[in-house]
């Protein structure tokens, strides 16, 4: 079984919509990241948790908003979704100073 | 604050020839480097990670990277190419610096063609 996992891998929705993307993990990781990726662009950070308690904004916070449920799991939320969040979304979680793990993968689509 | 620049978004190379990505870093601080790599429809896969140890790193499939500190560069190279070895990479650099924790920074990608 895959370490990070993410629901759904493939969704489209309209305009104006709200959205959950979720994740979850059996690494036992404390910390927890959403990206997305945009062609050209590589991965930029929306928003990372460094445990239950604690969540912070990333690069591109705007629109978004999460929640962190447990320690193996970490939401994404998009109250109301826009054509320019149409993008590839990774989850990703680490152990303090090491490397990150990624999850497979949300596309998104919003037309 | 760190970015890093990967000088070409696509690279086109013979099955069997080396295969060099090249990557430039800036950072405040004494960083920590990486290549991910991601195939089509996949998640990213770490190919091999500097951290300040050897500066010469070895990582997976027949990748390296050297970390040359005077000219803030961590290219990666493989002797021989192989067609699997299509796919995007993406050179990464976390400056570690408790509170910024291990936030990375990405750099555009670089795409990798292999013909036959």
């Known amino acids: 079984d895959a370490d990070v996992t993410q629901t759904p891998r493939n969704r489209i929705t309209k305009t104006g919509k709200r959205i959950m993307l979720e994740c979850s993990q059996t690494k036992g990781h404390d910390r927890m990241y959403w990206y997305r990726q945009d062609p050209g662009l590589g991965l930029q950070l929306i928003y990372y948790s460094f445990d239950v308690k604690d969540i912070n904004k990333g690069e591109i916070s705007d629109g978004y908003s999460v929640s962190r449920q447990a320690q193996a799991k970490f939401s994404l939320s998009l109250e109301s979704a826009i054509p320019n969040q149409t993008a590839l979304y990774f989850c990703?979680?680490?152990?303090?100073?090491?490397?990150?793990?990624f999850g497979p993968g949300t596309r998104l689509t919003v037309t | 604050a760190q970015s890093v620049t990967q000088l070409d978004s696509h690279v086109s190379v013979s099955e069997g020839t080396p295969v060099l990505l090249r990557c430039n870093y800036s950072s405040s601080y004494s960083p920590s480097l990486f290549w991910y790599v991601q195939h089509p429809n996949k998640g990213l896969q770490l190919l091999l990670k500097?951290?300040?140890?050897?500066?010469l790193v070895k990582g997976i499939n027949g990748f390296e990277a050297e970390f040359k500190k005077s000219e803030t560069s961590f290219h990666l190279t493989k002797p021989s190419a192989h067609m699997s070895d299509a796919a995007e990479y993406f050179c990464v650099v976390s400056d570690g610096v408790t509170g910024g924790g291990n936030k990375l920074t990405f750099g555009t990608g670089t795409q990798l063609k292999v013909e036959l």
């Open positions: 990703a979680t680490s152990d303090p100073g090491s490397q990150q793990y």
């Open positions: 500097y951290t300040s140890a050897a500066t």
